[in-house]
């Protein structure tokens, strides 16, 4: 059974960075597309980032696109989310995701981690 297990989220101040990752447990890891979410208070779960299993394939909601780059180590099992220039607006409870092809939907992914938050402010 797949567990993923996200880390590194936190308080930081507006323009600053912080590095998500995202730990799988699992013979799947390196066959499987990985993506990021986040759900901030209020709203839906939203899109961040999308990862195909070699790593060769990348894509990002517009709104974090120049400031965050995913990325994964497949030898590590781990996804890691490198977000700069954070804004207030970025404030959100983050998951990653494990899913059979990249994508944007919340629905291609099938397992899913239990978050981590994070908080932009001054």
């Known amino acids: 059974q797949v567990q993923l297990v996200e880390s590194g989220g936190g308080l930081v101040q507006p323009g600053g960075s912080l590095r998500l990752s995202c730990a799988a447990s699992?013979?799947?890891?390196?066959?499987?597309?990985m993506g990021w979410f986040r759900q901030a208070p209020g709203k839906g779960r939203e899109f961040v980032a999308t990862i195909n299993f070699n790593g060769r394939y990348t894509y990002y909601a517009d709104s974090v696109k120049g400031r965050f780059t995913i990325s994964r180590d497949n030898a590590k099992s781990t996804l890691y989310l490198q977000m700069n220039n954070l804004k207030p607006e970025d404030t959100a409870f983050y998951y990653c995701?494990?899913?059979?092809?990249?994508?944007?939907?919340?629905?291609?992914?099938?397992?899913w981690g239990q978050g981590t938050q994070v908080t932009v402010s001054s």
């Open positions: 995701a494990q899913g059979g092809r990249s994508g944007s939907l919340a629905s291609m992914y099938d397992t």
């Open positions: 699992g013979r799947t890891f390196s066959t499987s597309a």
